[in-house]
């Protein structure tokens, strides 16, 4: 248990024997996209699912890893994969958009990958120091970036309703850094693969548990498996 009352936890069996949480957020990163693929970088630009996105959407559906999404409030970023991944997961549903839940807005750096960027003296300038809190050329810092998630989060926790929120790979990260502090991974740890993520169950008292989506997809039986 960490100073905040974050328990971690991966195995499954841990939501069969938990008291009844108050709260469920269910946090998934958006499919895969051109972005994605190619490595660069891409917050304000509103790009659509990659067709491999959408494949691999499909069939992790398919493969069970997501729990059952029935009586959860749905939020979306409001961008483009962002609803796209909704759509292919849940067909057209009612939900609503939070602009809070954006990924950071790289600027100058938009749609430009390291290799791009690299002999680039603003780029050099952005990544060197605290990198965190340097801004980007037209853009925003890592930190007025964690500023407006974390203002979200603390929304979503007064409003105590199950909630799923389709967002992306850097806010996912931020989220769980604050959350589980004590847990040793650094924010690229945390960020899950396109189309996966964490369930986290609030128990009041800012005790929190999670599950990783990974844990919940069913695996092929092995003998002596450890």
């Known amino acids: 248990i960490s100073a905040f009352g974050a328990i971690r936890c991966r195995h499954p069996a841990f939501l069969r024997i938990a008291p009844k949480a108050e709260m469920k957020l269910l946090l998934l990163r958006h499919g895969a996209t051109e972005a994605t693929e190619r490595r660069l970088y891409c ?22 890893i997501y729990p059952p999404m029935e009586g959860y409030r ?31 807005d790289f600027g100058d750096f938009e749609m430009h990958s390291y290799q791009e960027l690299q002999n680039d003296p603003a780029y050099r300038e952005w990544i060197s120091g605290d990198y965190r809190r340097n801004l980007c050329p037209g853009g925003e810092s890592g930190v007025i970036q964690k500023a407006r998630v974390l203002t979200g989060l603390r929304e979503l926790i007064h409003q105590g309703r199950d909630t799923l929120l389709i967002t992306h790979g850097g806010v996912i990260s931020i989220l769980m850094e604050d959350l589980f502090p004590d ?34 997809t069913p695996k092929p039986k092995q003998e002596n498996a450890a």
């Open 183 to 216: 847990v040793e991974k650094n924010r690229f740890q945390w960020q899950p693969k396109p189309g996966s993520g964490y369930l986290i169950l609030y128990f009041g008292c800012a005790v929190w548990a999670l599950t990783n989506l990974c844990s919940l």
């Open 74 to 104: 749905i939020l979306t970023s409001g961008m483009l994969r962002c609803e796209q991944t909704l759509a292919l997961l849940c067909g057209e549903v009612p939900h609503e958009q939070n602009r809070a839940f954006r990924e950071m």
């Open 43 to 64: 917050g304000k630009t509103d790009l659509p699912l990659s067709l491999s996105g959408r494949r691999e959407l499909l069939r992790l559906k398919e493969k069970g």
